[in-house]
């Protein structure tokens, strides 16, 4: 079983920036795809952002140029580093972590753009 806690979110104001993070528990954590997911209330959880075990990102079109995931293995984190916040951003963003056959979830940290 892995844990995953995220941190980070908050209230920020459109064109601002907010910076995720997400620690995992147990000594796998380099071999992990890990994933940025978000979620609005009444909508399908989307991928914001990925990043596999060797390094490979992938963005959702709506974030790209303004988000940028990346992973510390020596400290079991991957980052959600968010700029040009707009207000569509709004959203509680989950982490993921992937081994096949294997995902676990984290709990979600609220993220919310607005003046």
């Known amino acids: 079983q892995v844990q995953l806690v995220e941190s980070g979110g908050g209230l920020v104001q459109p064109g601002g920036s907010l910076r995720l993070s997400c620690a995992a528990s147990?000594?796998?954590?380099?071999?992990?795809?890990m994933g940025w997911y978000r979620q609005i209330p009444g909508k399908q959880r989307e991928l914001v952002a990925g990043?596999?075990?060797?390094?490979?990102?992938n963005y959702a079109d709506s974030v790209k140029g303004r988000f940028t995931i990346s992973r510390h293995n020596t400290e079991n984190t991957v980052y959600l580093q968010m700029n040009s916040l707009k207000p569509e951003d709004t959203a509680v963003y989950f982490c993921?972590?992937?081994?096949?056959?294997?995902?676990?979830w984290g709990q979600g940290t609220q993220v919310t753009v607005s003046s």
């Open positions: 990043i596999s075990s060797g390094g490979s990102t």
């Open positions: 993921k972590a992937e081994h096949a056959p294997n995902q676990w």
């Open positions: 147990g000594t796998f954590f380099r071999l992990y795809f």
